[in-house]
């Protein structure tokens, strides 16, 4: 990495490109989450099916992920800052067609810019700061970095509850526009150019290509599954489900090949598959993509189960999920101390161990009944887990990466989590809309309804992701089936809460195949072994 030191800001300029960078992250962050309240109000006002919903939420991550070592790599070779302002920019212009849209296509098409335009930010910002700041004042930008990304996860519900309940949903992504253009300008004044004049020249354009139609293969065939059928089309014939899941391996298989290929022609690569050798960076990533996976997946089941089962606003939503950022930023003050004393691998596993048991046992506790206070609860316990897990697995996954090839290292593991997130959204929102058909269909047979108005009832549900129960409850001639419909939304949420609860369990145990303590370098390059306490 390379920058000119008489680019390098004055100490007030540095604080200043600090503040571009945190808001610059933070309204992509927020964008993961903030639609998730606003979900059941978009589903009506725009008519999304339940598969399109899915889609607008997965596809936002599935980009990310998809782009995000790519653009890192063009940040490397054509400037950061360049990549930092045109991302913003696009992210902008995503936002502003998002909020006009007026059907399904357009909305999912803004996302998936959405999406680009967050894979170009989130490397640069990171870069941006490795690059400006030194010794203490680095610590302190670091935290400040990761500090965002942790807190706008969790206020990203809150705030699109507010504007869904008291202005409009659209302005769920227009309020990205303000923020966004405050950023350009403090980009414009403070930002400084930085390059990688070490990583040579030239991009794997065959990587970005493959792990791009990899990816989106299997993201395609997990959501889509329901749709068209696993094997088989309702309607006859052929499902293009299982196809597009084998293409989507079969062309993740033929990337890792081609990385190695190129990688021992010494040929540029996109990913180096070298850094999946080192331990602690192949597991905690590992752990990293399933826990995004679990996470991810559960914010999104649990704002439709919320609004369609239980009555909440989009606000009461919204204000209930501030309960887990409450106890992310609860805890975040006592876990550095927590770290010196039992290391960082420790509290990483207490932390999702914390996940685990909230999930749980809010599964265990959802019923027509199950109060405020006990859901504020779950979600805090669940809260204290993250904060303890997310910043510390981070450092785990990085202790034994040579600094010389952090860059790319942060950026792999990333990718890990905004895959993760995607294939959260996709598995468990499908397995929430399977298992509500299959619910509500069950107990619609045991009322007065004729059997003849069900399945157009079930697939009213289902279609809507559960968002037209609140309108059927409301209607006297369809109240039972709004009831009944209700009693199958909780049924499939306490199925799919249980499954994000077995999901981050896993993701727990795959810590345990971390080394015992990290390997650190010595100054000259001398390996040495971390103490414990520090890891």
């Known amino acids: 990495m390379t920058v000119d030191n008489n680019a390098i800001p004055t100490i007030r300029g540095r604080w200043w490109a600090l503040a571009a960078v945190a808001l610059g992250v933070s309204i992509i962050i927020m964008d993961a989450t903030v639609v998730n309240v606003a979900l059941p109000v978009i589903i009506s006002d725009v008519h999304l099916d339940a598969t399109q919903a899915e889609w607008m939420n997965a596809v936002y991550s599935l980009m990310f992920a998809a782009l995000l070592l790519t653009l890192g790599r063009v940040g490397d070779l054509y400037g950061r800052r360049r990549l930092f302002a045109v991302g913003m920019a696009v992210f902008v212009a995503a936002s502003v067609l998002a909020g006009f849209a007026d059907g399904a296509a357009m909305l999912i098409g803004a996302r998936v810019l959405q999406g680009a335009g967050a894979a170009m930010i989130l490397p640069a910002t990171l870069s941006t700061l490795n690059a400006v700041f030194r010794g203490k004042e680095r610590a302190i930008a670091f935290a400040v970095w990761g500090s965002t990304i942790g807190g706008m996860a969790a206020v990203g519900p809150l705030v699109g509850g507010w504007l869904t309940t008291d202005v409009s949903w659209r302005w769920a992504f227009w309020i990205n526009i303000p923020v966004g253009l405050v950023v350009l300008v403090l980009i414009a004044r403070y930002v400084p150019e930085t390059r990688d004049e070490t990583a040579g020249r030239g991009l794997d354009i065959g990587g970005v290509i493959l792990s791009s139609l990899g990816m989106g293969g299997i993201v395609f065939a997990l959501i889509e599954g329901r749709q068209y059928g696993w094997w088989e089309r309702s309607s006859g014939g ?63 089941t649990l704002s439709l189960l919320l609004q369609g089962a239980l009555g909440y606003t989009a606000l009461g939503t919204g204000l209930l999920i501030v309960s887990l950022a409450a106890g992310t930023f609860l805890i975040s003050g006592a876990t550095p101390q927590l770290t010196k004393r039992y290391g960082g691998r420790a509290v990483v596993r207490i932390g999702l161990g914390l996940e685990a048991i909230a999930v749980a046992g809010l599964a265990l506790t959802l019923s027509a009944s199950i109060g405020t206070w006990s859901i504020a609860g779950w979600l805090f316990l669940y809260g204290l887990g993250v904060g303890m897990a997310t910043a510390q697995l981070t450092s785990v996954i990085l202790a034994d990466i040579p600094v010389a090839e952090s860059g790319q290292a942060s950026g792999l593991q990333s990718t890990f989590r905004q895959l993760g997130s995607a294939l959260g959204v996709a598995v468990l929102g499908t397995l929430l809309i399977a298992t509500l058909g299959h619910s509500t269909g069950t107990r619609l047979e045991a009322t007065a309804i004729p059997v003849a108005s069900q399945p157009r009832l079930v697939d009213a549900v289902t279609q809507s992701a559960g968002a037209a129960i609140p309108s059927l409850r409301a209607d006297p001639t369809t109240a039972a089936a709004g009831d009944a419909a209700a009693a199958g939304m909780i049924d499939a949420s306490k199925t799919t809460t249980g499954v994000a609860a077995g999901i981050i369990a896993l993701g727990l145990l795959a810590t345990f195949a971390l080394p015992a303590s990290p390997v650190t370098r010595a100054p000259g390059g001398r390996r040495r072994r971390a103490a414990r306490t520090g890891a």
Request: glycine share 12%.
């Open 238 to 300: 052929i499902s293009p489900v299982p196809i597009a899941l084998a293409v989507g391996i079969a062309v993740m298989v033929w990337f890792v090949a081609l990385q190695r290929s190129r990688e021992r022609g010494g040929k540029i690569v996109l990913v180096d598959l070298h850094l999946l050798g080192v331990r602690s960076f192949r597991y905690g990533s590992l752990a990293a993509l399933v826990v995004a996976l679990g996470e991810f997946g559960l914010i999104f």
